[in-house]
């Protein structure tokens, strides 16, 4: 696999959950899988997951009135930034982790790809 190919699936999966289902799929199904690729992939699931996972903490908090719309908006912008993060790392070409959570991630998500 080419360095080309491998920043494509790498950048690929942090364009949208979609984005990270197709690059997921491609990285399977290439005969020689490339570390660089499975460890953005691993890094944008994680990020999804806790997109996902912060936004249901800010929606449960929503009932109150000042801490729930604060709370929702510090789970957006946690996500956005760590989001940012990984799709530079990936375009960098540089297998950096994200911060605070990265490392969790690569361990968490290693059998997966």
Partial sequence: MSQ?????IAVLSYLTPLGWIIAFVIHQNNVVKSPFAA???RQALGIYLL?????VIGIIFSILPLIGPLTLFLARLITVVLWLFGLYYAIDR?????PVVGSL???WFQGIV
């Fill in 4 to 8: 080309t190919d491998e920043r494509t």
């Fill in 39 to 41: 460890f953005h992939i």
């Fill in 51 to 55: 997109g996902l996972a912060l936004t």
């Fill in 94 to 98: 540089r297998p950096v982790e994200v």
């Fill in 105 to 107: 991630f690569q361990v």
